[in-house]
Each structure stands twice: as C-alpha cells, then as structure tokens.
C-alpha cells in the first residue's frame, strides 16, 4: 500500500540486521567497536559525539535489552527507494539502561529505537564505479574496487558484506506507568500531609476546647484540599504532557505540502530521507568541534546547543521552501529530545525546539547511497572524504557538496 509516495509493507523487513544493530550499538556505547552495520555517515557522528564525550570526562556506559514479551517479527516497515536503495524504517521497543563516568546521572527507560535500513533492492546491480567507502579502513573508494579489494587495506567484500547499512537512528522514551503510579501515591501522601498537619495543629493551639473533634475536622479538611491540590498539579501536568506530544503537530499538512513542492523537482525525493538528513546534519554540527570546518555546514553551532551531547528528532516541520533555478532553500524547524552537559556540570533532559536553514541543487536526482564519506569529482572522477575538504586533492577542482546532497546554511 502506498500513501504519500511511501509504500509501507508488513513484512517482510529486515528483523535481524535491526538485532545485530541493537547489539553493536550496546557494544559501543559500552566502550565497545563502532557498529559495524552503521553507514559511514553515522559513523562520522557516532566518533564525533564520543570524542565530544571524552572531552568532557563523560564516559558512558549502556545496556539495551529487548523488553518482555517483545517480538522482533512482529515489527512494521516503512520503506521508500531511489532507483538503487531500499530504505526500510525498523521500530522495537527495548529496555535501557545507561550511566555516565563521574555523573550522577542515570537512567533506566523503556524505549523505541528507530533504525533506517538500507539495502540494494531486489534485482538491482549498482555501477561499479559508486563512490562507497572501505567499511574496513573508511577510506574514499567504489565499489568495483571495494569487491576487488580495498587498495589501501587490502580487504576484498562481497556485495552482501556491504549491504544491509544504517544510514540513521532515533530514541523515543516511554513513560513507565509502574513507576509513575509509585510516584504518584508518595506525591498524594505528601500534599495531603502538608495540609493535614497544619489543619489540625493550628486550631488545637489556638482553642483548647473539643480537641479530639477539631483534630477529626482538621484530618478531614487538610485530606480534601491536599487532595484538590494534587489534582490541580496533576491536571497541569496532562495538558504539559499533551503540549510536549503535540510538539510540531500543527505544521504538517503544511509541511507535507512544502515537501511535494520539491518532489516536483526530483521525482526521487522522500520527506523521511529529508527528515533523516536534517537530524544527521544537526547532530554532526552541534558533535564537531568547529562546524563551520565541514563542507556539510556552512554555519557554526549557536551557543545553546554547544553543550548537547546527544540529540533525538522528535518531529520536523518546513516552514518555507524557495526554488531558484535549480536551487532550493529550506527553512526548517526540528523538534529534539536532547540531552545537555550544562555549565554546572550536570546532565540534564530538555525537549528543543532550533530553526534550521537547509539547501540544495536539484540538478540531480536524490541519491539514497550518497555518502560524504566517498564522493566522486565531477572533474576527474577521483574518490575522495569531502566531509572536512572543498576541493578534489587529486585536480584541485572546486567541490561544492550542495551539488550532491543537502548542507546546512543556518542554525539558530
């Protein structure tokens, strides 16, 4: 079944690459290898938010489990292609628990995790001459050279050692109801006990008379009003709870018009590619040391988001998209779940809203197997990593990375 331009499929999707994943991903965090199934892009930021890490002192250790009476078959997949890929989104619910080195911070959450899982589709040979990069060694290289073997490592791979790849991943937190009906039966006790205490003291000091009765009458006043007030608090906390779930909910059939427009111009576009490489360009400027540096940003990182040291999309809105020629600006909004290192030394949770300014020539169609790892100049058709470079280091040829793939322009 197709519904705006995705087809969405309930099985098969790829259940066990998801696991590998899950487990790889565990292993890192934990201080382990980076995850093998992780495409270099990712790969990038995964290093980049670890070296940010260990430039504060923050080392992490984490543990995801699947959680009772999950079954990894029963997951649904949305997938979109290009001409080449398949991209299958892979949902699970897991079980995580994480600490960090000198912090107090910890936690222990019932979890989504996202992946985006590509592979080749069915049928599909890819060119020999696709820029991809050595998952051994990370050098820029193609493909027919890669299955040749790697010139630099020399490691030879077969095409099924090379897909599937994850070009991307989000965490969504659940509320755990266990907890919360604990929480919320000391809070009760206490608000009552607040309002109880004073209503029975203050009157058996002032009058002497009939005590036993105004401690009775003060019990049971004190309960009531410590009770209206445990329903205001709680109350107060539904409509924040449903103001945080709404987050960017009101601009998607806005969005989803805005997104079209461009599809007009490149029949292979996705709104879920564009949603995975705006968060992909967030979490690469906001990890790197000097994003202005990368040939993926042409800004810096605004002082407020210097010190997140972890970042989940929550939902994406595009506020204006302008088309000139063949190139096109967007302006988005991106809705996060993040966590921050502040200057007090703690980490803390905050849901984020940043405006971000993306853009790109549509003189090419979308490339879901483009990678910043391995790109190919136009001029001499050499490989080579543009993520830190501006130029092809064979031909000196200007490279522009917009010709390929979106870059980042504004972040506020």
């Given at each position: 079944?197709?519904?705006?331009?995705?087809?969405?499929?309930?099985?098969?999707?790829?259940?066990?690459?998801?696991?590998?994943?899950?487990?790889?991903?565990?292993?890192?965090?934990?201080?382990?290898?980076?995850?093998?199934?992780?495409?270099?892009?990712?790969?990038?930021?995964?290093?980049?938010?670890?070296?940010?890490?260990?430039?504060?002192?923050?080392?992490?250790?984490?543990?995801?489990?699947?959680?009772?009476?999950?079954?990894?078959?029963?997951?649904?997949?949305?997938?979109?292609?290009?001409?080449?890929?398949?991209?299958?989104?892979?949902?699970?619910?897991?079980?995580?628990?994480?600490?960090?080195?000198?912090?107090?911070?910890?936690?222990?959450?019932?979890?989504?995790?996202?992946?985006?899982?590509?592979?080749?589709?069915?049928?599909?040979?890819?060119?020999?001459?696709?820029?991809?990069?050595?998952?051994?060694?990370?050098?820029?290289?193609?493909?027919?050279?890669?299955?040749?073997?790697?010139?630099?490592?020399?490691?030879?791979?077969?095409?099924?050692?090379?897909?599937?790849?994850?070009?991307?991943?989000?965490?969504?937190?659940?509320?755990?109801?266990?907890?919360?009906?604990?929480?919320?039966?000391?809070?009760?006790?206490?608000f009552m006990a607040c309002c109880i205490i004073p209503m029975v003291l203050i009157p058996s000091i002032i009058f002497r008379d009939q005590i036993i009765a105004r401690i009775i009458v003060g019990i049971m006043v004190g309960g009531i009003i410590g009770l209206v007030l445990f329903g205001f608090k709680k109350l107060f906390e539904a409509f924040s709870l449903i103001g945080k779930q709404a987050r960017g909910g009101g601009?998607?059939?806005?969005?989803?018009?805005?997104?079209?427009?461009?599809?007009?111009?490149?029949?292979?576009?996705?709104?879920?590619?564009?949603?995975?490489?705006?968060?992909?360009?967030?979490?690469?400027?906001?990890?790197?040391?000097?994003?202005?540096?990368?040939?993926?940003?042409?800004?810096?990182?605004?002082?407020?988001?210097?010190?997140?040291?972890?970042?989940?999309?929550?939902?994406?809105?595009?506020?204006?998209?302008?088309?000139?020629?063949?190139?096109?600006?967007?302006?988005?909004?991106?809705?996060?779940?993040?966590?921050?290192?502040?200057?007090?030394?703690?980490?803390?949770?905050?849901?984020?809203?940043?405006?971000?300014?993306?853009?790109?020539?549509?003189?090419?169609?979308?490339?879901?197997?483009?990678?910043?790892?391995?790109?190919?100049?136009?001029?001499?058709?050499?490989?080579?990593?543009?993520?830190?470079?501006?130029?092809?280091?064979?031909?000196?040829?200007?490279?522009?990375?917009?010709?390929?793939?979106?870059?980042?322009?504004?972040?506020?």
């Amino acid at each position: 079944m197709k519904i705006l331009d995705m087809e969405f499929t309930g099985a098969p999707v790829p259940a066990e690459a998801y696991k590998q994943f899950v487990q790889q991903l565990s292993g890192w965090y934990g201080g382990g290898e980076m995850p093998q199934l992780a495409s270099q892009d990712l790969r990038f930021a995964l290093e980049l938010q670890k070296q940010k890490m260990n430039s504060l002192g923050l080392g992490m250790q984490c543990a995801m489990k699947g959680s009772s009476g999950t079954d990894k078959n029963n997951a649904v997949g949305i997938s979109y292609s290009d001409r080449v890929f398949n991209n299958c989104i892979v949902s699970g619910n897991l079980h995580m628990t994480r600490s960090f080195s000198n912090q107090v911070y910890k936690d222990t959450d019932e979890i989504g995790l996202t992946a985006v899982i590509q592979d080749l589709k069915g049928g599909v040979q890819p060119d020999k001459k696709m820029p991809l990069s050595c998952p051994n060694c990370g050098a820029a290289s193609t493909l027919g050279e890669l299955e040749d073997g790697c010139e630099y490592c020399g490691t030879k791979f077969l095409m099924s050692e090379l897909y599937p790849k994850v070009s991307n991943f989000f965490i969504t937190r659940h509320a755990d109801y266990s907890q919360n009906s604990a929480k919320n039966k000391r809070q009760l006790m206490a608000f009552m006990a607040c309002c109880i205490i004073p209503m029975v003291l203050i009157p058996s000091i002032i009058f002497r008379d009939q005590i036993i009765a105004r401690i009775i009458v003060g019990i049971m006043v004190g309960g009531i009003i410590g009770l209206v007030l445990f329903g205001f608090k709680k109350l107060f906390e539904a409509f924040s709870l449903i103001g945080k779930q709404a987050r960017g909910g009101g601009g998607t059939i806005s969005t989803l018009h805005r997104l079209n427009k461009i599809k007009k111009f490149d029949p292979e576009f996705s709104g879920e590619y564009f949603r995975d490489k705006a968060i992909a360009l967030f979490r690469i400027a906001v990890y790197s040391k000097n994003a202005a540096e990368l040939a993926c940003c042409k800004c810096g990182c605004p002082d407020r988001a210097a010190d997140i040291i972890e970042a989940d999309i929550f939902n994406l809105n595009v506020n204006s998209c302008e088309i000139k020629g063949d190139v096109c600006e967007v302006e988005t909004t991106l809705f996060l779940d993040c966590l921050h290192f502040n200057k007090k030394g703690k980490i803390v949770f905050k849901c984020d809203k940043f405006r971000m300014r993306m853009r790109k020539r549509l003189k090419k169609p979308t490339e879901l197997g483009f990678s910043m790892q391995a790109v190919s100049c136009h001029s001499c058709g050499a490989s080579f990593d543009a993520h830190n470079v501006k130029e092809c280091p064979y031909c000196r040829t200007p490279y522009e990375l917009e010709d390929d793939d979106w870059v980042m322009t504004a972040l506020y």
